[in-house]
């Protein structure tokens, strides 16, 4: 079983759509989660961290649910420029600078006029 | 502030060569890393390093080299390149301060390996 898995999509949505993206996770001693963003040809940028409580950054939503090790994205009123991939990404040590950061493959995100 | 850079951007090796992709940030992060990127497989962690003179392997060490000489620099060696090693190189840092562990990746240098 892989240690970060993610429906790799492409999810295709119109402008103004809310899409929502999975994640799940094996080892059960993860400590912190974030999402990630990349964009075609570019290098992954940090969209938010993960915290138990949920969190909220504008029109993103990030859950955690360390019961069923599983992370979720929610993308509200989807614009063009949210087009990119989305990675999920896990770490062992509570931080994270160990080398102990692991990627999901990604979920591939195309939002049409 | 530049962040994090690397160098080259893109380069052609014919099989057996060898290459030193650089890598240099300029956010005083203690820790750096090398991933490769492929089609399918998502960014795989070569080598580490947690401060200046020390380094470690990671998912994928083999065929590559690492030196950390200066805190700012980490250097990856390829000392016989084979066309397995085709792929996109990530550099990334972060800071080991608590609740700063974002790491922040380079633009990436694209290889390939004829």
């Known amino acids: 079983r892989k240690e970060v898995e993610q429906d790799p999509g492409p999810f295709n949505v119109p402008e103004g759509a809310t899409v929502a993206f999975n994640c799940t996770y094996s080892?059960?001693?993860?400590?912190?989660f974030f999402w990630y963003r990349q964009d075609c040809r570019k290098e992954p940028k940090l969209l938010m961290s993960?915290?138990?409580s949920g969190n909220e950054d504008g029109r993103f939503t990030a859950q955690l649910n360390r019961a069923s090790q599983y992370i979720s994205l929610l993308i509200r009123d989807s614009k063009l420029s949210d087009s990119a991939t989305y990675l999920c990404?896990?770490?062992?040590?509570?931080?994270?600078?160990?080398?102990?950061?692991?990627f999901g493959k990604g979920t591939k995100l195309s939002v049409k006029p | 502030n530049a962040g994090v850079t690397q160098t080259p951007k893109f380069r052609v090796l014919k099989t057996g060569q060898s290459m030193t992709l650089l890598c240099a940030q300029d956010?005083?992060?203690?820790?750096m890393y090398w991933y490769r990127q492929d089609p399918g497989m998502g960014l795989r962690l070569i080598h580490y390093s947690v401060g200046e003179g020390t380094t470690a392997k990671g998912e994928v060490p083999d065929g590559y080299n690492v030196s950390r000489l200066k805190k700012q620099n980490f250097l990856l060696g390829l000392e016989s390149a084979a066309p397995s090693q085709t792929s996109v190189y990530f550099c990334?840092?972060?800071?080991?301060?608590?609740?700063?562990?974002?790491?922040?990746f380079g633009p990436g240098t694209r290889l390939l390996v004829l």
């Open positions: 993960v915290y138990s």
């Open positions: 990334a840092s972060s800071s080991l301060l608590a609740n700063q562990e974002t790491q922040y």
């Open positions: 080892n059960s001693a993860s400590q912190s």
């Open positions: 990404v896990v770490t062992l040590d509570y931080g994270g600078s160990q080398g102990n950061l692991i």
């Open positions: 956010m005083n992060h203690e820790y």
